[in-house]
């Protein structure tokens, strides 16, 4: 049974959930900027640390998506 929508839009709506969103979308950006992945390319920006607002460039890594969502369960 799928989650309801309320509670989703809720979950997505709150502070906490934009700012883990907003630094992976910057994290993203930045690895765009070096060339280290690209649109449509299948790879996810890992942070290392596991903390998403952490974006420097020294925490981010380039891995494929399927080890990156495997990885941090």
Do not use: C, F, T, W
Request: avoid cysteine.
């Amino acid at each position: 049974m799928p989650y309801p929508i309320e509670k989703r839009r809720a979950h997505d709506a709150s502070k906490r959930q934009k700012d883990k969103r907003a630094g992976r979308n910057k994290a993203r950006r930045i690895m765009m900027e070096k060339g280290k992945v690209h649109k449509g390319d299948g790879k996810d920006v890992h942070h290392a640390d596991g903390n998403p607002r952490n974006s420097v460039y020294s925490n981010l890594r380039a891995v494929s998506r399927r080890k990156n969502r495997s990885d941090n369960k």
